[in-house]
């Protein structure tokens, strides 16, 4: 694996957070997800036709992140095979981890069955692990 690492940041609001301001755990999937979503459209921008669900999902929870936190949301790919990504994401308060953990991803067609990563997308992807693609 490169290292090849993908970021974007995110601030904690109101709707993120418990009644004593700590943001609640699903509030990490969900900048998870968003970071996952920005990392496929920065590798197709273009493409309507490739899908994914979340096959497996398994979080540490290591700190809590509070309300008006400014966070990065990170991945790196730990693998890809025919039909699924397997993704290391992390949630960071500069360089404090608050929660990270390990996504598989798994490409579905229109009938969000299992299918195949289109071939287009796995060049794009092994390029963007080879540090031939900005992050």
Not at 8 to 35: N, P, Q
Not at 71 to 92: D, K, N, P
């Amino acid at each position: 694996m490169s290292g090849a690492q993908f970021c974007i940041d995110v601030r904690v609001y109101l709707e993120d957070t418990d009644a004593g301001g700590a943001v609640y755990h699903t509030s990490y999937l969900r900048f998870m997800e968003r970071a996952r979503s920005e990392w496929l459209r920065h590798l197709a921008p273009r493409s309507d036709a490739s899908s994914f669900v979340v096959r497996a999902l398994r979080l540490r929870y290591l700190s809590p992140a509070k309300l008006a936190d400014s966070l990065r949301i990170c991945l790196r790919l730990e693998s890809v095979g025919g039909a699924h990504i397997v993704l290391w994401q992390g949630v960071l308060r500069g360089e404090e981890a608050l929660c990270d953990g390990q996504v598989e991803w798994a490409s579905v067609d229109q009938r969000l069955r299992v299918c195949r990563i289109p071939v287009a997308l796995r060049d794009t992807i092994t390029v963007w692990q080879a540090g031939g693609m900005g992050s």
